[in-house]
């Protein structure tokens, strides 16, 4: 299923990670999945949060520059081979990842992967169709 | 509106004939009466008989910045200290500032020069305006001042800074005519958005910018933001401070106010005047002033003149806007590079909002151009490749222009410090 990821501009310097999670535990935000992508000048903060229009607000207050962006949670076989069923299915699909990371609680016996793919309901398609299962934000809230 | 038809429609040869004649009283005047430009005729071999029009003025020396500061306080004056009834100065940053001394009539020169100003831009006596260049020896504040009490318009003369007291007045008031520098329009834009008040709200519909150059993508953010359209004046305290030129409803070059301030462009480099057109340091005279006179002023200002109609009936010349100074001009490994240059490039990028600023460094003995832009929403993306992509797209664009390579690095918002005044664009922190 569908969800909604923060994501947030950080300049590479010092302190910048550290004010988010200020700002965001200021508001009692729970960060639930993080990944940090960076250059040598710049980083992109990409998380998943228990509210997240709530905590784009909150980071506009403080002057962030921040958005909202669809991504796909993936539930994952934790075996061997697992991460490559669900990648063959969208790659044999012709649909391109362009990031992804993975959640911090399982779903069962399952790993949780978020997913940026640009086409996202036909990824949705793709994975139903073969027997991999998504999850909804309540659903991860749940977990 | 055109204020003064009968100067500014003057048919061409009755302009130059009052200019000729306005020319030889003035080099008569300082051979007379000031011993600094009398030393600097002799010098010339030029006595004012030799004068008998504009033609001759290639013959009279250039006055430079230096020796108007060297000439501080009185050295320079054309009159009695008891005919003069206000002083202003340049702020001084950089040395000794400059004087410029009115009488009674220049000031009616300077009211007259800024009526046009205001006029030509739609203002008129059933307008609020709204003064926000700094009051005091700047001579931006009286001088707006002056010209917005000629044309019989209100004036609320908050000087500037003070942001949220300007939008208070602003839409307590119901301000129809902002004047103030670029680069504070831009900020007040960015204010009133963090305010949430909007510009539809508002009454303004004309704004007079000067004191600093810009672009016409600075001119399409602030006609945008602040929802009126915004006209480049321009002045200088050496010669009488905002007043010199202006533009008119076309928006395409500023009308010299050629009847008191005659222009010329030389090449900087000889000193050489270069045919209309041709891009190089404007050189200005004044033709009727009384307290301190200047002959031949270089003002370091890089335009190019044009001497075509204008569709809205001035027969006067046309400066177009400022293209830079010939002081602020950054040499980077040997290359000449104007900061208005960049800031066209990086304005005329989608989504890009004019914060930025320029720095040169020096390492290894190399000059390194750096261009820190500040990110925004629109520009902002989930994906680090269509950041890098933005980045690098400004670098080649400015390549292409430059023929120097820069580095574009994507800042936070608001890290790029905000002016009041002039904008401080330019940090070079090269020892040489």
């Known amino acids: 299923m569908i969800v909604k990821q923060v994501s947030i501009f950080l300049e590479n310097s010092k302190g910048r990670l550290a004010e988010v999670t200020r700002v965001l535990a200021k508001e009692r935000v729970d960060i639930r999945a993080l990944s940090l992508a960076d250059t040598s000048d710049f980083g992109v903060l990409r998380i998943i949060v228990n509210r997240p229009d709530r905590c784009l607000e909150v980071l506009k207050e403080h002057g962030f520059v921040a958005r909202t962006t669809e991504v796909v949670a993936v539930e994952v076989e934790d075996r061997p081979g697992g991460m490559s069923r669900v990648l063959d299915a969208l790659d044999e699909a012709g649909l391109n990842v362009e990031y992804m990371y993975a959640y911090v609680a399982k779903a069962g016996e399952n790993a949780v992967v978020i997913c940026k793919i640009d086409e996202r309901e036909k990824a949705l398609a793709v994975l139903e169709k073969k027997g991999i299962p998504t999850i909804s934000a309540a659903g991860l809230e749940a977990l | ?432």
């Open chain 2, 1 to 432: 509106m055109i204020w003064n038809p009968d100067y500014e429609t003057l048919p061409k040869g009755e302009l130059t004939r009052l200019q000729d004649e306005r020319l030889g009283s003035l080099v008569d005047a300082l051979y007379r009466r000031v011993e600094f430009f009398r030393a600097k005729m002799d010098a010339a071999g030029v006595k004012p008989r030799d004068i008998r029009g504009l033609a001759d003025l290639p013959g009279l020396p250039f006055t430079t910045k230096d020796e108007l500061r060297s000439g501080y306080p009185f050295e320079l004056l054309a009159v009695d200290l008891k005919e003069i009834v206000e002083i202003h100065t340049s702020s001084g940053t950089t040395g000794k500032p400059v004087v410029d001394a009115y009488t009674a009539g220049d000031l009616d020169t300077w009211a007259e020069s800024m009526a046009r100003t205001l006029s030509a831009g739609g203002a008129t006596r059933h307008d609020i305006v709204q003064n926000a260049y700094g009051y005091g020896l700047f001579t931006g504040g009286l001088g707006v001042h002056y010209g917005a009490r000629r044309i019989g318009a209100t004036v609320l003369p908050i000087s500037g800074g003070n942001t949220k007291r300007q939008l208070e007045l602003m839409r307590d008031f119901g301000t129809t005519v902002l004047t103030c520098t670029p680069s504070y329009a831009l900020y007040l834009a960015e204010a009133m958005r963090e305010e949430g008040m909007s510009t539809g709200n508002l009454g303004l519909r004309a704004g007079f910018f000067g004191a600093e150059p810009w672009s016409d993508n600075m001119r399409v953010e602030i006609q945008a933001n602040l929802g009126l359209s915004a006209y480049d004046i321009y002045g200088l305290t050496e010669i009488i401070g905002p007043g010199v030129a202006f533009e008119c409803e076309n928006q395409d070059g500023l009308h010299v106010n050629e009847d008191l301030f005659f222009p010329e462009i030389v090449d900087p480099a000889t000193g050489r005047p270069l045919p209309d057109g041709q891009k190089g340091e404007l050189v200005i005279t004044t033709l009727t002033k009384q307290g301190t006179p200047i002959l031949r002023y270089r003002t370091r200002d890089i335009t190019y003149l044009d001497r075509s109609a204008c569709s809205c009936g001035r027969t006067t010349i046309r400066m177009h806007r400022l293209l830079g100074r010939t002081d602020d001009m950054l040499i980077v490994r040997g290359v000449n590079v104007f900061p208005s240059q960049i800031e066209e490039i990086i304005l005329g990028i989608e989504g890009v909002e004019p914060h930025y600023q320029i720095i040169v460094d020096r390492r290894n003995q190399l000059d390194s151009l750096e261009v820190q832009v500040e990110m925004n929403e629109r520009l902002f993306s989930d994906e680090i490749r269509n950041l890098e992509h933005t980045e690098s797209l400004i670098e080649s664009r400015l390549y292409a222009t430059l023929n120097i390579h820069t580095r574009v690095k994507l800042v936070e918002p608001k890290t790029i410090a905000r002016s009041e005044g002039k904008a401080k664009r330019i940090i070079d922190k090269r020892q040489i």
